[in-house]
């Protein structure tokens, strides 16, 4: 019996997914679970940066069963299951746990809470996708921040100089942690990132993208106080970031989040099990 982990993800829509989960499967490490994400470079990412030691790209979810063995266990992340594949799935898995009803998307790695003093002001994550060149068409025309950006993962070869002359300093993306948890106002269009950097003790402003859409996420903002702004251009961003940062809101406090139980029960699901087989 194994415990999968299933993110969706993919180069358009990111990598909040597959974070959240690779918080989850250190959760469970003591079971030896194995990641699996729709992308095998989310893959390979998750195993090279987020302490994943056991990954696997499976394309879509419905290539599961073709590596799973029945009654293995299944916790995923994903809106792809409709009423009738969840009932397949359910009957297929001895536990089945989905991320946002079973256990929380509010989830957060414990890396983040732990505190470390502010190295920046202000810094920008926009997010780890920009497939269809947003921030390209959202900066045109803009003028020069003095703040510090920090790329995504997924932006494409050369993305930096479109963006130079917009920011006065850049991060890459292997510098994500160290950067979210070293900026005190970060201005992010990431809800997970904006989660991180709370726990980090720090003060995120939510930037709202005009062609993403949120599916409820925007509903841990609110669990928070979160602010979010928005803005036609980053000339008018900027104008509303300094503007919240300076009447800024009391935040809602985060803590890590207690799984506990459902990894109780997953260790002695899988314990009974071996027993069964001796």
């Known amino acids: 019996m194994e415990l999968y982990i299933y993110a969706k993800s993919g180069h358009n829509f990111g990598l909040e997914n597959v974070r959240r989960c690779a918080a989850i499967f250190k959760k469970f490490k ?4 194995i990641l699996t994400t729709a992308d095998y470079r989310a893959a390979s990412f998750a195993k090279a940066e987020l302490g994943v030691n056991k990954s696997a790209g499976v394309d879509v979810i419905e290539n599961l069963p073709n590596v799973m063995r029945r009654r ?10 409709n009423e009738i594949m969840l ?6 898995c001895e536990i089945l746990l989905e991320v946002g009803k079973d256990i929380p998307k509010d989830i957060v790695d414990d890396e983040f809470f732990e505190k470390i003093d502010s190295q920046r002001e202000k810094g920008f994550f926009f997010a780890d996708d920009d497939y269809e060149d947003e921030l390209g068409k959202f900066f045109e025309g803009c003028k020069q921040t003095d703040i510090p950006m920090l790329l995504g993962h997924y932006f494409f070869l050369g993305s930096e100089d479109k963006y130079t002359s917009y920011f006065n300093e850049f991060f890459e993306d292997e510098e994500y942690v160290q950067f979210i948890k070293s900026t005190k106002y970060l201005l992010t269009s990431s809800v997970n990132a904006a989660l991180e950097s709370h726990a980090s003790g720090n003060k995120p402003v939510f ?3 005009q062609i993403k859409p949120y599916k409820g996420e925007l509903e841990l903002l609110e669990k928070y106080n979160i602010p979010v702004i928005g803005g036609v251009n980053l000339d008018e961003l900027m104008v509303n970031f300094e503007k919240t940062i300076t009447t800024y809101p009391t935040l809602n406090p985060i803590v890590p989040i207690d799984i506990d139980e459902k ?3 997953v260790e002695s699901t899988m314990k009974k099990f071996e027993a069964l087989l001796q």
């Open 87 to 92: 009932k397949h799935m359910d009957e297929f």
């Open 207 to 209: 930037f709202m993208r």
């Open 263 to 265: 990894i109780n029960n």
């Open 30 to 33: 003591n079971v030896q679970p």
């Open 72 to 81: 293995d266990i299944l916790i995923f992340d994903s809106d792809e299951p």
